[in-house]
Nanobody, 130 residues
Framework: VQLVESGGGSVQAGGSLRLSCAVS???????????IGWFRQAPGKEREGVSC????????YYADSVKGRFTISRDNANNMIYLQMNSVKPEDTAVYFC?????????????????????WGKGTQVTVSS
C-alpha cells in the first residue's frame, strides 16, 4: 500500500482547502474493515489525529478542534481519500499526513495520533495566515 498526499498550500484564515490522498493497493472494503485517516503535525508539537474513517461501516471520527469544519471522504472508484477543510484557522497550520491500517479501530487511532498505523504518506504542508 502506498499513499501520496497533495493539495496542501497557503490559505488565509476563513478559507478552504481540499487535501487529496492517492492510494495504491488494497485498503479495505465494507467486509474487511480498515482505518484510513488524516493526521497532522505542527512544528514542535506531537502528531495528532484530525479525522478517521472506518471502511467497514463508513463511520467517521473527528478531532474536537476540526468538528464542523473538516470532512473526510473516500472515492472508491478512483482510490482517493479526501479531507475538505473549511473555515480554516491559523492553528490548522501543520504538515498533514494520510495513513491507513488494516485494523478497524478508527476512534483509537484518531485518539492516539495514528501511532501504530502501518501505512503513511510523506505529508503535505498546510499554512494558514491570519
Amino acid at each position: 500500500v502506498q499513499l501520496v498526499e497533495s493539495g496542501g498550500g497557503s490559505v488565509q484564515a476563513g478559507g478552504s482547502l481540499r487535501l487529496s490522498c492517492a492510494v495504491s493497493g488494497f485498503i479495505g472494503t465494507a467486509r474487511d474493515g480498515w482505518t484510513i485517516g488524516w493526521f497532522r503535525q505542527a512544528p514542535g508539537k506531537e502528531r495528532e489525529g484530525v479525522s478517521c474513517l472506518n471502511t467497514k461501516d463508513g463511520s467517521t471520527y473527528y478531532a474536537d478542534s476540526v468538528k464542523g469544519r473538516f470532512t473526510i471522504s473516500r472515492d472508491n472508484a478512483n482510490n482517493m481519500i479526501y479531507l475538505q477543510m473549511n473555515s480554516v484557522k491559523p492553528e490548522d497550520t501543520a504538515v498533514y499526513f494520510c495513513a491507513a491500517d488494516h485494523e478497524a479501530d478508527s476512534s483509537f487511532y484518531l485518539t492516539m495520533g495514528g501511532y501504530g498505523m502501518d501505512y503513511w504518506g510523506k505529508g503535505t504542508q498546510v499554512t494558514v495566515s491570519s
